[in-house]
């Protein structure tokens, strides 16, 4: 019986230190969030503002068996295809097929499942929020611009964006850092001052590589959140 008793308050002990040690992280993220002049927020589109993971694993599958390619599996698209860019689809799933051609059936087969595509239920309602508090905000996607911009006008929150930057407007995509700091440079503010919110590993990295604070969500940035709304609290 003491044994068990024993155990048992060394478990408690551990899951204290431990739950203690998380909070201590997540508030000197805070105080480092703080400590900078935040004068923007950027978003990742796909898994952040809105939910087009089906339609563009069905976008991507179309695409393959236009080329007379085989379709590969949801587990394998996730693990290597989703929030990445056109340019990396090409190089390892459409070789020696064009990208300016890739992107055409894309974007024309993106339109077919559009009602497949949702916004998330909190958009409207941070993005105002966000607009209350004087502050820029900008959306940074690896989709080219031109139906970034559609999804945008389509769910009717377009005019909310001082700043899109589509993967097609730079060299490299994320996890580069390339359109965060091109977002950065038309709003006229330095990395330092944006918040950085994205739900992939690429996003994350691209934001930690330009220099912003990162917002993951649903995934580990400088802060983690798993739900839009909670951004409140950090701004």
Same mark, same amino acid.
């Given at each position: ?126 993005? =105002?929020?966000?607009? &209350?508090?004087? /502050? #820029? ?10 139906? $970034? @911009?559609? +999804? ?21 995509? =994320?996890?580069?850092? &390339?359109?965060? /700091? #091109? ?10 001052? $944006? @918040?950085? +919110? ?38």
């Amino acid at each position: 019986m003491n044994s068990l008793l024993l155990l048992i308050i060394s478990l408690t002990s551990i899951l204290v230190i431990y739950w203690a040690l998380i909070g201590q992280w997540k508030h000197n993220a805070m105080l480092r969030q703080s400590d900078r002049k935040i004068k923007a927020v950027l978003f990742d589109l796909d898994g952040v503002l809105i939910d087009s993971h089906d339609a563009w694993f069905k976008v991507f599958n179309c695409t393959r068996e236009k080329f007379k390619l085989p379709k590969i599996t949801k587990e394998e698209f996730d693990k290597n295809c989703w929030g990445g860019s056109i340019e990396k689809d090409a190089k390892e799933y459409f070789k020696n097929i064009k990208i300016d051609k890739i992107a055409k059936i894309y974007y024309t087969k993106l339109s077919s499942f559009k009602k497949e595509i949702k916004i998330n239920p909190y958009a409207h309602y941070i993005l =105002k929020n966000i607009r &209350d508090k004087k /502050l #820029k905000t900008g959306v940074v996607t690896n989709n080219h611009k031109k139906p $970034a @911009l559609k +999804i945008l006008g389509y769910y009717g929150i377009k005019d909310f964006f001082d700043v899109v930057i589509g993967g097609n407007e730079v060299e490299n995509g =994320k996890p580069a850092p &390339d359109a965060i /700091l #091109k977002a950065c440079e038309k709003l006229k503010i330095s990395p330092e001052e $944006a @918040l950085f +919110i994205g739900d992939t590993k690429n996003d994350i990295n691209a934001g930690r590589s330009a220099g912003c604070f990162t917002l993951g969500y649903k995934i580990d940035g400088d802060l983690k959140i798993d739900n839009i709304k909670d951004m409140t609290k950090l701004l």
